[in-house]
């Protein structure tokens, strides 16, 4: 069965650096989205990517984060200047063409800012 | 403003039994509603999903109900497995096209065997 996939599992960094969160997400699937899961609280949306370009974004998503889908089959968020709040779990989803179809969510990445 | 929110945080139920799990949402505009399990260490997983066109949908051992007058949203697990237990997130698109979702604060289902 398809899947999204996200690595790597667990990043750990210090405050202030940058990181990179991969995704690759279901191949024929054509829109892709970042979400984030501080622990304990509910998912929160980041940011929406269709067509190469960014189609919604939260305010959560500042001028700290990127996304870009470099290749035809990856996805990836950039943190610059890490804080100690981005601590949480990122996910990665897709979906397909359509308004109405459910979108597939990958693990997760957990990233820790020490 | 515009929430999703969960009545219940927790849930216990014996294996058998059926399991309801609720959620209020606020945003009317809302077209497309979903919900999620989620188990420990990983991702939401779909479990299924209702379009504001309809009441009631079905699937295997699930069933969603949706009442927009009063803005309510239900999941009802029939017949509840220990394999159920998880975090169970009521979500609704508020972002049309976009497919922004907005997600609750979830419900933990425990089934006690």
């Known amino acids: 069965e398809p899947e999204v996939t996200q690595t790597p599992s667990h990043q750990v960094t210090q405050m202030g650096q940058e990181v990179i969160l991969r995704c690759v997400p279901i191949s024929n699937h054509l829109y892709f989205y970042w979400y984030r899961q501080i622990l304990g609280q509910k998912v929160e949306f980041l940011v929406s990517?269709?067509?190469?370009?960014?189609?919604?974004k939260s305010e959560i998503f500042d001028d700290q984060f990127s996304v870009e889908r470099p290749d035809g089959s990856n996805f990836t968020l950039k943190i610059r200047s890490t804080k100690l709040e981005d601590s949480a779990m990122y996910f990665c989803?897709?979906?397909?063409?359509?308004?109405?179809?459910?979108?597939?969510f990958g693990q997760g990445t957990r990233l820790t800012v020490v | 403003g515009e929430s999703v929110g969960l009545h219940l945080p927790t849930l216990s139920v014996q294996e058998g039994d059926n399991s309801i799990i609720n959620c209020a949402y606020s945003n009317s505009a809302s077209d497309y509603f979903i919900w999620y399990k989620q188990e420990s260490g990983k991702g939401p997983q779909f479990i299924i999903d209702i379009r504001s066109n309809m009441d009631k949908r079905q699937g295997q051992r699930v069933t969603v109900l949706l009442n927009k007058t009063v803005k309510h949203l239900s999941l009802q697990i029939a017949a509840t497995q220990p394999g159920d237990s998880a975090v169970y997130f009521c979500a609704e698109n508020s972002g049309g096209s976009n497919y922004k979702l907005t997600f609750g604060k979830g419900t933990l289902l425990t089934v006690n065997p």
């Open positions: 990517f269709y067509n190469n370009e960014i189609s919604e």
């Open positions: 989803a897709s979906r397909e063409q359509g308004a109405k179809t459910e979108a597939f």
